[in-house]
């Protein structure tokens, strides 16, 4: 489907995704926060875990265990905050702008 600019008709339009990208950014940044807290009882699992393995193995699974949370955390937040975004640009942002003349609008 092809958009027509409303005020010159030019289907020189593009879409500005604002909400999406400011969505994924703040869910990603969101999600690694709490994953860090996540990360520090994925450390204490991890070393549990890792002890078996005596000292080495301890530290391994602790770092092991905090990257794997924050990671999950990130990830986890980052895809929720895009998916926000993305409703919030096709419902509520002005997501189109015409190149031709420069006029914002939505659909
Ligand atoms: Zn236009």
Same mark, same amino acid.
């Given at each position: 489907?092809?958009?027509?600019?409303?005020?010159?008709?030019?289907?020189?339009?593009?879409?500005?995704?604002?909400?999406?990208?400011?969505?994924?950014?703040?869910?990603?940044?969101? @999600?690694? /926060?709490?994953? !860090? $807290? *996540?990360?520090?009882? #994925? &450390? =204490?699992? +991890?070393?549990?875990?890792? %002890?078996?393995?005596?000292?080495?193995?301890?530290?391994?699974?602790?770092?092991?265990?905090?990257?794997?949370? @924050?990671? /999950?955390?990130? !990830? $986890? *937040?980052?895809?929720? #905050? &895009? =998916?926000? +975004?993305?409703?919030?640009? %096709?419902?509520?942002?002005?997501?189109?702008?015409?190149?031709?003349?420069?006029?914002?609008?939505?659909?």
């Amino acid at each position: 489907m092809s958009i027509y600019c409303p005020s010159c008709k030019s289907t020189h339009v593009i879409t500005r995704d604002l909400g999406r990208k400011v969505g994924g950014t703040t869910g990603v940044v969101a @999600g690694t /926060v709490t994953g !860090t $807290a *996540g990360a520090l009882g #994925g &450390a =204490k699992a +991890g070393a549990i875990i890792g %002890s078996i393995g005596g000292p080495v193995g301890a530290s391994i699974g602790s770092i092991a265990g905090a990257i794997w949370g @924050g990671l /999950v955390g990130g !990830t $986890a *937040g980052g895809i929720a #905050g &895009a =998916k926000l +975004g993305e409703e919030l640009d %096709s419902k509520v942002l002005i997501n189109y702008e015409c190149k031709h003349c420069g006029h914002r609008f939505r659909i």
